[in-house]
């Protein structure tokens, strides 16, 4: 069994940056590829950002270049720099993980941008 647990997400202003983390526990977790998603209020769940065992980064074309996903080799914790945030990345920020044993999601992390 894996559990994930974001933590970071706030309110923020138009502008600014905030860093989501993700933390990773069970037995032993190895992944094949872990991933940051958003839902945003009335709309479908969407990938922002994912990242393979081998590092391999991959993210949503409108976000390029403002989000970063990042995972230290040593440490079971996924990371989400977002930076130039603007009121339409209001969303509620999850988790995931892929593993052998399945796919696994976290609780998820209000992220609001006020104009």
């Known amino acids: 069994q894996v559990q994930l647990a974001e933590s970071g997400g706030g309110l923020v202003q138009a502008g600014g940056s905030l860093r989501l983390s993700c933390a990773a526990s069970?037995?032993?977790?190895?992944?094949?590829?872990m991933g940051w998603y958003r839902q945003a209020p009335g709309k479908q769940r969407e990938l922002v950002a994912s990242?393979?065992?081998?590092?391999?980064?991959n993210y949503a074309d409108s976000l390029r270049g403002r989000f970063t996903i990042s995972r230290p080799s040593s440490e079971n914790i996924m990371y989400l720099q977002m930076n130039s945030l603007k009121p339409d990345d209001t969303a509620v920020y999850y988790c995931?993980?892929?593993?052998?044993?399945?796919?696994?999601w976290g609780q998820g992390t209000q992220v609001t941008v006020s104009s």
């Open positions: 995931n993980a892929v593993t052998r044993g399945g796919a696994y």
């Open positions: 990242i393979t065992s081998g590092g391999y980064t």
């Open positions: 069970g037995s032993t977790f190895s992944f094949f590829v």
